[in-house]
T-cell receptor, first 111, second 116 residues
Framework: GEDVEQSLFLSVREGDSSVINCTYT??????LYWYKQEPGAGLQLLTY?????DMKQDQRLTVLLNKKDKHLSLRIADTQTGDSAIYFC???????????FGQGTELSVKP | DGGITQSPKYLFRKEGQNVTLSCEQN?????MYWYRQDPGQGLRLIYY???????QKGDIAEGYSVSREKKESFPLTVTSAQKNPTAFYLC???????????????FGQGTRLTVV
């Protein structure tokens, strides 16, 4: 079945870049997403990429997609303490459209 | 403002009781989802519904039940058959279309269920 994997923790210093990685198994993935979850709250969409793209940039966020290796990454430039949260990678396909999430990466930003 | 609302925010259940978590959306979305979140395990899909009066089991449906009588409402019942119900429950909705592809899922703020 479909599977999405992420590392559980990442710690960076304020002002550095953060790179959060994700791998997935579903070769029919159509959209890939990055969601952010702050403590005790729901998820908010940060950005997404369509599977025929290899890069998308949105202000401090850069998404890279390597479809051959089924690898997705999220780079946050100039990371701030307010970026501390759990980041989820997710994918959907055209076979039911349900969203499959990774385990989430907890990003800790130290001043 | 359009959005998706879950209630209550905190819920306590005694062993052997059924409880129902509410999820309402005014986004006119066709598809709705229930996820369970446990530390280190991410979000696991319990049930989803792509259209009114229809729903499908997700990966961990045992011990849960849902209904979808109205487009805007997708309540989740946690039954006494669910052996480990303490978790954070998230409801989501997507616009959906014939291909059921959407670029964004909207999430509620979650319900934290604790068995006492």
């Amino acid at each position: 079945g479909e599977d999405v994997e992420q590392s559980l923790f990442l710690s960076v210093r304020e002002g550095d870049s953060s790179v959060i990685n994700c791998t997935y198994t579903d070769s029919s993935s159509t959209y890939l997403y990055w969601y952010k979850q702050e403590p005790g709250a729901g998820l908010q969409l940060l950005t997404y990429i369509f599977s025929n793209m290899d890069m998308k940039q949105d202000q401090r966020l850069t998404v890279l997609l390597n479809k051959k290796d089924k690898h997705l990454s999220l780079r946050i430039a100039d990371t701030q303490t307010g970026d501390s949260a759990i980041y989820f990678c997710a994918e959907s396909n055209n076979q039911g459209g349900k969203l499959i999430f990774g385990q989430g990466t907890e990003l800790s930003v130290k001043p | 403002d359009g959005g998706i609302t879950q209630s209550p925010k905190y819920l306590f259940r005694k062993e052997g009781q059924n409880v129902t978590l509410s999820c309402e959306q005014n986004l006119n979305h066709d598809a709705m989802y229930w996820y369970r979140q446990d530390p280190g395990q991410g979000l696991r899909l319990i049930y989803y519904s792509q259209i009114v009066n229809d729903f499908q089991k997700g990966d961990i449906a045992e011990g849960y039940s849902v209904s979808r009588e109205k487009k805007e409402s997708f309540p989740l019942t946690v039954t006494s058959a669910q052996k480990n119900p303490t978790a954070f429950y998230l409801c989501a909705s997507t616009a959906g279309d014939r291909g059921w592809i959407s670029t964004e899922a909207f999430f509620g703020q979650g319900t934290r269920l604790t068995v006492v």
